[in-house]
T-cell receptor
Framework: AQSVTQLDSHVSVSEGTPVLLRCNYSSSYSPSLFWYVQHPNKGLQLLLK??????LVKGINGFEAEFKKSETSFHLTKPSAHMSDAAEYFC???????????FGSGTRLQVQP | NAGVTQTPKFQVLKTGQSMTLQCAQD?????MSWYRQDPGMGLRLIHYSVGAGITDQGEVPNGYNVSRSTTEDFPLRLLSAAPSQTSVYFC????????????FGEGSWLTVV
């Protein structure tokens, strides 16, 4: 069985300050991990993914995440928040057998001017 | 390239009515799946398919049927709608292989009254 825990349901930062969205996972296999972003009333967009290559993964819009097997974590970071980053972010682990995803409950990022 | 197309985008149903959410992809992906999104719960897997003629249940399959007669289409049927099925529904597809990006449709907002 696999699971994903997003440690914060809501994060608020000021524009220009760093962003940290935390994610821990549990998986019986070598996981594929993803971060997706969802803007209000929109679909989901892939930010980045880890698939057992480099542990530091760079994504779109300046986001990156580091896979730490010893800590079973896959935290999402960005050096400087922008107003357009305000959205809901989902950490996701892939079930290799079913090609289906297990989602975390989401972290809503608020960016203050 | 249209990607994953879902219809309708919005629908209001009365309790007990039936309807079908359509999903089509033009990327020749083998894997397709349906998720529902409810507040504070991320996305949960309803049904999935690993190829034409093959379907299986996900985490929350009760009240939903699917079929996969072609590679392109994966409709989701609600046989007798209930208020508990009020949700946002997402269809997704991906190619074969671990770690491949999963593509989502833009979502279907369903309200059952």
């Amino acid at each position: 069985a696999q699971s994903v825990t997003q440690l914060d349901s809501h994060v608020s930062v000021s524009e220009g300050t760093p962003v940290l969205l935390r994610c821990n996972y549990s998986s019986s296999y070598s996981p594929s991990l993803f971060w997706y972003v969802q803007h209000p009333n929109k679909g989901l967009q892939l930010l980045l993914k880890y698939t057992s290559a480099a542990t530091l993964v760079k994504g779109i819009n300046g986001f990156e995440a580091e896979f730490k097997k010893s800590e079973t974590s896959f935290h999402l970071t960005k050096p400087s928040a922008h107003m357009s980053d305000a959205a809901e972010y989902f950490c996701v682990v892939s079930d290799t057998g079913r090609r289906a995803l297990t989602f975390g409950s989401g972290t809503r990022l608020q960016v203050q001017p | 390239n249209a990607g994953v197309t879902q219809t309708p985008k919005f629908q209001v149903l009365k309790t007990g009515q039936s309807m079908t959410l359509q999903c089509a992809q033009d990327m020749n992906h083998e894997y397709m799946s349906w998720y529902r999104q409810d507040p504070g719960m991320g996305l949960r897997l309803i049904h999935y398919s690993v190829g034409a003629g093959i379907t299986d249940q996900g985490e929350v399959p009760n009240g939903y049927n699917v079929s996969r007669s072609t590679t392109e289409d994966f409709p989701l049927r609600l046989l007798s709608a209930a208020p508990s099925q009020t949700s946002v529904y997402f269809c997704a597809s991906s190619p074969q292989g671990n770690g491949n990006t999963i593509y989502f449709g833009e979502g279907s907002w369903l309200t059952v009254v």
